[in-house]
């Protein structure tokens, strides 16, 4: 079973950057899918992109062409680059790792946009 460790959330202004980045205790390379899901207060977890063994990738419409997704299977980690960020980005972001019917989670990294 893998574990997954995000970190890289913080407070950021409008219009400000951060990085995301999830550390895997195993190789990445076996699991289909790594992903990202964030959850707001009062709110759904909700899908925010994801990346495929492969390299593809697929996001969510709310972030898509601000957010990108990358690998580094070296390193066994996932990141989510985040730019143009705006308050309704504020959540909790989870990384996700998926093969077959495992999933597994990471504990979540705050993110916090102020207006």
């Known amino acids: 079973q893998v574990q997954l460790v995000e970190s890289g959330g913080g407070l950021v202004q409008t219009g400000g950057s951060l990085r995301l980045s999830c550390a895997a205790s195993g190789s990445i390379s076996s699991y289909n899918t790594m992903g990202w899901y964030r959850q707001a207060p009062g709110k759904q977890r909700e899908f925010v992109g994801l990346i495929t063994s492969g390299g593809v990738t697929q996001y969510a419409y709310s972030v898509k062409g601000r957010f990108t997704i990358s690998r580094d299977n070296a390193k066994n980690t996932v990141y989510l680059q985040m730019n143009s960020l705006k308050p309704e980005d504020t959540a909790v972001y989870y990384c996700?790792?998926?093969?077959?019917?495992?999933?597994?989670w990471g504990q979540g990294t705050q993110v916090t946009v102020s207006s």
């Open positions: 996700n790792a998926a093969k077959a019917l495992d999933y597994y």
